[in-house]
C-alpha cells in the first residue's frame, strides 16, 4: 500500500511519519492540535523550572518566533550565536560566542602564539575554530530549509 506525500505529515515531535488525517501520532502520542498554541516563550519558562521533559524541539518556526528574523539573526549575526539566542538556545549560542572569541585571538595573535605554544594546542584550536566555522554555514542552510530545530513549549494551562 503507496501512501502519498501529501497524505502524510511527520510529527513533530518524534518525526513518525503520520497521516494527514491522524488527530494523533501514534508512536509518541502527541495531539498535533496542541503544537499550534506551543510558542518559544512556554519553553523559556520550562528551562526556568528545569522541566526540560516538556521541551519540544521542533523545525516550524512557533507563532511567538518569525522565520524571516531568525534568517536575518542567523546570516548576519550568526558568528556570535545570533540564531541560537534568538530562539533561546543558550548553551548553543555560548558555543559560538567562545567560538568567535577564539577566532579573533587566533587572527589578532597568530604569530605570537605558534611561538608560546606547542604544535598541538595550536591545532586544536584550529579544529575548534574550523568546527566553528563549518557549523555556522551548516545554520545558514538550515534556517533557509526550514531544518533548523527551534525549542517550544505549551503554556501551562494545556499542557494537561
Ligand atoms: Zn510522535
Known sequence: MAILGRDTK????CEAKC????????????IFSRMENATNAAAVQ???EKDKEAVLYVKQVPKDKKRWKLILYTVLLGL????????RRWQRGLFYLLG?????????????????????????????VGV?????????????????????????EESK
Open 10 to 13: 511527520k510529527c513533530p515531535r
Open 19 to 30: 497521516l494527514q488525517s491522524q488527530l494523533r501520532c501514534p508512536e509518541c502520542g502527541l
Open 46 to 48: 520550562r528551562f526556568k
Open 80 to 87: 556570535f550565536g545570533g540564531g541560537y539566542f534568538y530562539v
Open 100 to 128: 568567535f572569541a577564539l577566532l579573533v585571538v587566533c587572527v589578532v595573535f597568530n604569530a605570537q602564539l605558534i611561538s608560546v605554544w606547542d604544535g598541538v594546542l595550536i591545532e586544536l584550536l584550529g579544529i575548534f
Open 132 to 156: 566553528y566555522g563549518v557549523a555556522w554555514i551548516f545554520d545558514i542552510v538550515y534556517v533557509c530549509t526550514g531544518k533548523f530545530k527551534i525549542p517550544v513549549s505549551l503554556p501551562k
